[in-house]
């Protein structure tokens, strides 16, 4: 079971704003940065955001964070079929000493 | 540009040891800002972070509860690498192995490709 909880799936259609949760706790979200990653099929999760709402280089602007008290979430506005991809949230756990990682939400443009 | 290269088995017997390395370019295993890290990921338990080993002006490890009796993360400087052991393994312990580095503001911004590694006699 995962330290931090997400939906395990969400969708929407081509052009559609689609919000992903996560939620966690005091010791995590509640005291660091979160960060988002997009695992497409069999690659390496790849760093979406970061610092609760930075994007990479890269990143196009269609993809936004936001943090508020132990949860987060990431926004994906004009939704691509590219964008198909399972999506995980991070952070630092002051309590576990360690990354903790959400259980991950696949993403279907339909 | 920082790559992390990942090397080493894709299949341990039970009982025996899993051992990967992974190679550092564009950065240093020593940097004082820097920490490099294994996280494993299966369709059991998601991703887990493993541990890390860390330079601030002496080395340092952090690891998981989880698999603290049986991990040794270690640096070699004179390759630019870090290598994962993990002892005493089982099946529960087949997944995919990535290395990662994590730095101030980034966190876990830079992966390795992968390691899918399979505990089976």
């Known amino acids: 079971q995962s330290v931090l909880t997400q939906p395990p799936s969400a969708s929407g259609t081509p052009g559609q704003r689609v919000t992903i949760s996560c939620s966690g706790s005091?010791?995590?979200?509640?005291?660091?940065?979160l960060n988002w990653y997009q695992q497409l099929p069999r690659t390496a999760p790849k760093l979406l955001i970061y610092s609760n709402n930075q994007r990479p280089s890269g990143v196009p602007d269609r993809f936004s964070g936001s943090k508020s008290g132990t949860s987060a979430s990431l926004a994906i506005s004009g939704l691509q079929s590219e964008d198909e991809a399972n999506y995980y949230c991070?952070?630092?756990?002051?309590?576990?000493?360690?990354?903790?990682f959400g259980g991950g939400t696949k993403l279907t443009v339909l | 540009q920082v790559q992390l290269q990942q090397s080493g088995p894709g299949l341990v017997k039970p009982s025996q040891t899993l051992s990967l390395t992974c190679a550092i370019s564009g950065d240093s295993v020593s940097s004082n800002s820097a920490a490099w890290n294994w996280i494993r990921q299966s369709p059991s338990r998601g991703l887990e972070w493993l541990g890390r080993?860390?330079?601030?002006?002496?080395?340092?490890?952090d690891y998981a509860e989880s698999v603290k009796s049986r991990i040794t993360i270690n640096p070699d400087t004179s390759k630019n690498q870090f290598s994962l052991q993990l002892n005493s393994v089982t099946p529960e312990d087949t997944a995919v192995y990535y290395c990662?580095?994590?730095?101030?503001?980034?966190?876990?911004?830079?992966w390795g490709q992968g390691t899918l590694v399979t505990i089976s006699s």
């Open positions: 991070a952070t630092w756990d002051d309590s576990l000493i360690g990354w903790v």
């Open positions: 990662a580095r994590d730095v101030p503001l980034w966190d876990l911004d830079c």
């Open positions: 005091s010791s995590n979200i509640g005291s660091n940065t």
């Open positions: 080993t860390y330079y601030r002006s002496k080395w340092y490890n």
